[in-house]
């Protein structure tokens, strides 16, 4: 019997059994029951052992009181298995995954009419996304809906991206854009969405840049929009200008916490605008790959950060004198400092081990910060100096 026909024939036989033997077997298999019951991640959806319509069927006609979620991942579903899938009962489901999958715009206009009442996490990550797939999408009835995932929909044009800030989610908290062609111009347009409880948007690798010109402008849209729950934004790798980070670094988001802006080219003028802004709940901060000097890191220890817990500046341009700045910087939270990769040289180890041998190997971590950096920073737990050319015997 396959996995499917056993997840299928178990709550029938449940049924059938009597109340003693239920007791006994909730009594004895409460993680099985657990698994059956309440999660079945689907990952042999569209075996060769029968067509994806069938598994859907099999599915969509059983009985499943409890079921929260369902994983149908490279499950090569089509538009047919959609239009059956739907038909069954998803009255608790609160999780979907259909990323790597090309049903199309009939199989998510399938979708679009099922009843998810209490679906809170969709994941379409690589389905080919077009404009009328955003349409039908944001027809959807989806009010409980708390997480999107529509990273890697590097098809979408311009007009698909428009589509998604119309979709009236008002409990939406986490929306995943990542690694996707999409026209700058779409974060200025983000003010117009009605997610007022939106708390993570993840852009890495997903902004195509037009000119300057056109990123200040749509920045400053981006500023604007009134999110005070905010507390996460990733903008790894979108080719953000200083005057760019002036306008962003503009936003009233008093919540914000953590921020990528990894592989960026942070100036010093672009480290002055992030220092100056108003976001001091910051608690982790990663600028790595930023191009970062002594001038850049002269600012950036101007910034009070009181919450600042981790920061990551591996891979940049900083030297012994930059490191000379940097642990004057007033963070008493800090528990984490990343300087992987940067040429601090055989000065560094001096400035660190202060006259005590110091536990550093290439390619390692310093687990135990010297005593003096403890005081600056009594909660350092973890400095990572690997492959910045070091010795140990300075």
């Known amino acids: 019997m396959s996995l499917l026909d056993t997840i299928y024939e178990v709550p029938q036989l449940l049924h059938v059994t009597n109340s003693n033997s239920r007791k006994a077997l909730q009594a004895t298999c409460r993680q099985l029951r657990h698994l059956v019951h309440t999660t079945a991640s689907v990952v042999s959806f569209g075996t060769q052992r029968q067509s994806s319509e069938a598994d859907a069927r099999l599915l969509s006609s059983g009985t499943w009181t409890h079921l929260d979620s369902m994983n149908f991942r490279h499950a090569d579903m089509s538009a047919d298995a959609m239009a ?154 979108c080719s953000l200008s200083p005057e760019g980070m002036q306008k962003i670094c503009q936003a009233q988001w008093p919540d914000l916490r953590e921020l990528d802006l990894a592989a960026n080219s942070m100036s010093g003028d672009a480290l002055r605008y992030l220092a100056g802004s108003v976001w001091s709940q910051l608690e982790v901060l990663d600028l790595k790959w930023c191009d970062i000097d002594v001038t850049a890191v002269s600012y950036l220890v101007q910034a009070q950060w009181l919450h600042l817990k981790t920061l990551n500046l591996s891979g940049n341009d900083i030297h012994v004198d930059a490191l000379d700045l ?69």
């Open 84 to 237: 059956v899938l739907i038909q069954g009962d998803w009255t608790f489901l609160k999780t979907l995954v259909l990323s790597y999958n090309s049903f199309g715009a009939r199989g998510m206009e399938h979708f679009s009419h099922g009843r998810w009442p209490a679906l809170a996490t969709l994941e379409l990550h690589r389905v080919g996304m077009s404009c009328t797939m955003m349409q039908h999408l944001q027809h959807a009835t989806l009010a409980c809906l708390l997480s999107l995932v529509l990273s890697e929909n590097i098809m979408a044009n311009s007009a698909c991206w428009a589509e998604l800030v119309k979709g009236e989610w008002p409990n939406l908290t986490h929306l995943d854009l990542s690694s996707n062609y999409i026209d700058i111009s779409f974060v200025g347009q983000l003010k117009t969405a009605k997610w007022p409880l939106l708390g993570s948007l993840n852009l890495h690798f997903a902004l195509v840049q037009r000119s300057a010109t056109a990123q200040r402008e749509a920045l400053h849209g981006m500023a604007q929009c009134d999110w005070h729950h905010l507390q996460s934004l990733g903008l790894a790798s």
């Open 326 to 394: 940097l642990v004057e910087a007033q963070w008493p939270l800090l528990t984490v400092l990343d300087l992987t990769r940067n040429y601090l040289g055989p000065g560094s180890v001096a400035r660190l081990n202060s006259g005590h041998e110091l536990p550093l190997r290439y390619g390692q971590h310093i687990v135990t910060p010297p005593a003096w950096l403890l005081k600056q920073w009594p909660r350092l737990i973890v400095l990572n100096l690997s492959y910045c050319n070091t010795q140990l015997n300075p």
